[in-house]
């Protein structure tokens, strides 16, 4: 079974349209993030979610929202998508330990949207 | 600011060693991670770095100094499914993991 699995693979839209992008996980974890990965593949964080709390906000436009039905699932929704948008998005999720532990993070396979 | 150097493109020989350097500059430190990513592909776990000194792992090793700030991943006997993008990341003192550009490692027959 997949840890971490994320759908669709591949998004191709209008620019103007609003879609989302699914995330779950099976590990137990209590923490789920969001990636962008850009064309320089500069790995950047959206979001992360801890037992249903956003704890990162990183400066993304609020076009841009999570959505956390429970600690076992992080859905993406896009408003208004631009050309800008157009990257491969990543959902990852770890187990983390404040007082020390790994904290390792186990990604998805990635969405790639493209946005014309 | 918070940063995180690694160098953008390495070229090594199969059957020969590599090693990719990390320098990091960040408010508090919690670990250092490596981890591997193939062209189209997720990034997947390699190592972790939370005390001084070297971590072995099979063909890879790697190497942290905290009062340096700097990492290295030392990969032996180079294979070329080896070729792939290594990231550094350092978890800082919220706990939040700040990410390298990556290294895209090249390997050549």
């Known amino acids: 079974d997949t840890a971490v699995s994320q759908t669709p693979k591949y998004l191709v839209t209008q620019m103007g349209n609003d879609k989302s992008i699914k995330c779950e996980q099976n590990l137990g974890h209590d923490t789920m993030y969001w990636y962008k990965q850009d064309s320089k593949k500069f790995l950047k964080i959206m979001f992360s979610?801890?037992?249903?709390?956003?704890?990162i906000n990183e400066t993304v436009p609020n076009r841009f929202s999570p959505k956390s039905p429970d600690k076992a699932h992080l859905n993406l929704h896009i408003n208004s998508l631009e050309l800008g948008d157009s990257a491969v998005y990543f959902c990852a999720s770890s187990q983390d330990d404040s007082s020390g532990g790994a904290g390792i993070q186990y990604f998805g396979a990635g969405t790639r949207l493209s946005v014309l | 600011g918070q940063n995180i150097d690694q160098p953008t493109e390495m070229t090594a020989t199969e059957g020969a060693i590599v090693q990719i350097n990390c320098t990091y500059q960040t408010s508090g430190f919690n670990g250092l991670f490596w981890y591997q990513q193939h062209a189209g592909e997720a990034p997947t776990f390699l190592s972790y770095?939370?005390l001084d000194g070297l971590e072995e792992k099979g063909r890879f090793s790697s190497f942290l100094s905290r009062s340096k700030g700097y990492s290295y991943l030392l990969l032996k006997e180079l294979l070329m499914k080896d070729s792939a993008s290594y990231l550094c990341a350092v978890r800082d003192s919220n706990y939040q993991l700040i990410w390298g550009a990556g290294t895209k490692l090249i390997i050549k027959p």
């Open positions: 770095n939370v």
């Open positions: 979610y801890n037992n249903k709390e956003l704890i």
